[in-house]
């Protein structure tokens, strides 16, 4: 028996087109049908945001945004709030993706930002974390990945927390066709558990949810949620394919246990 809700997202990156983000829930949606065992997550670009909620009223699937801006409102182009993510229908957003901190000069501290921000306005943050392949080749990967829980979450409270999802994301995993091993990703999952039980407590770390994300594929979905401290994934590549994303929702199986 599962401890806490598995959570599945796709994260279609600067992918789909309105028309294309419509034809993929409605491609989806039958292949779904009596998977309730899970939450499924559909972090689409900005500009499909407001299609697909409509889309999603008569779905199980949740609305997610792939980034926000910490300030609600004011004189900041191109950005967006939370409170227009809310109004727009979003449940979930994911912050601190490596490729925002490794192109777009995402910090902890602008993490942190955002992820108080997203909880003040009602939104769920999906705060990603993962070391470099340097890092883990020099047996960095538990400092690494402690310092940005630790410091992306530094201004949440228990009950903040336990409304975020992690999401552990290697950076030489994401798209290279490398995954994390299931027993890698166990045993940094297992750590991350362990900083958040040390900052928040044990019942906050048991029931916060960990996504392991990086190459995730129908192939190896099944022996990633096997591990006991894996929660879910965190999809990119493969959720562009709705037959392939399918697949993963069902652990690898042709279909519903
Ligand atoms: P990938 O991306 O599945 O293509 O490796 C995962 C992610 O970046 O969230």
């Known amino acids: 028996m ?21 034809q993929f829930v409605d491609d989806l949606q039958p292949q779904c049908a009596g998977l309730e065992e899970l939450d499924v997550v559909l972090a689409a670009p900005f500009t499909a945001l407001a299609v697909l909620h409509e889309r999603l009223q008569t779905t199980p699937f949740y ?24 109004d727009v ?21 602008t ?19 993962g070391e470099a392949l340097v890092q883990r080749q020099a047996g960095e990967t538990f ?13 949440c409270t228990g009950s903040d927390v336990v409304q975020i999802v992690l999401a552990y994301e290697p950076l030489w995993a994401i798209g290279t066709g490398l995954t994390a091993t299931p027993a890698q990703a166990q045993e940094v999952h297992r750590h991350m558990r362990a900083v958040l039980g040390h900052l928040w ?10 996504q392991y994300g990086g190459s995730v594929r129908p192939e190896n979905i099944a022996a990633l949620m096997a591990e006991e401290d894996i929660d879910g994934a965190l999809v990119g590549g493969a959720s562009l394919d709705v037959a392939s994303f399918a697949q993963i929702l069902l652990y690898g199986r ?4």
């Open 2 to 22: 599962r401890v806490r809700r598995p959570i599945i997202a796709a994260n279609w990156k600067l992918h789909k087109t309105i028309a294309e983000a419509r």
């Open 143 to 155: 400092r690494v990945v402690a310092q940005q829980v630790e410091r992306g979450l530094a201004s």
């Open 201 to 210: 407590g044990e019942e906050v770390a048991n029931a916060i949810r960990i």
């Open 63 to 86: 609305l997610a945004a792939q980034d926000v801006f910490w300030e609600a409102q004011g004189a900041y182009t191109g950005e967006i709030s939370a409170p227009m993510l809310l």
């Open 254 to 257: 042709s279909e519903p246990a």
């Open 111 to 129: 993490v942190q930002k955002k992820v108080s921000a997203a909880l003040q306005a009602g939104l769920r943050p999906i705060v990603c974390v």
């Open 89 to 109: 229908g979003c449940t979930y957003v994911i912050i601190g993706h490596s490729e925002r901190r490794q192109y777009f000069g995402e910090t902890d501290d």
